[in-house]
């Protein structure tokens, strides 16, 4: 995506992440870092939210009853 942006004319680029980005894979806090500490300079960032952060962000807000539920998309690992 970076070198596409780079060799055509100019334009505003848009990197739009389609949620999931937590519970998916071994490092979601890893993820979650990069984003915040380094995200992808070259263009505008979106970040939309999937249904992993929105089980994640309820079970930070204390709703117990989504945890069986979070657990089984990955909240476990």
Sequence with gaps: IERDNRERGPATTYLVLL????????????VIERLLGDP????????????HEEFFERVLDG??????RWLTYGGQE
């Design 19 to 30: 949620g999931d980005l937590v519970d998916r894979g071994p490092d979601s806090r890893g």
């Design 40 to 51: 992808p300079r070259f263009a505008r960032n979106v970040v939309l939210k999937g249904n």
């Design 63 to 68: 709703d117990d009853e989504v945890i069986p």
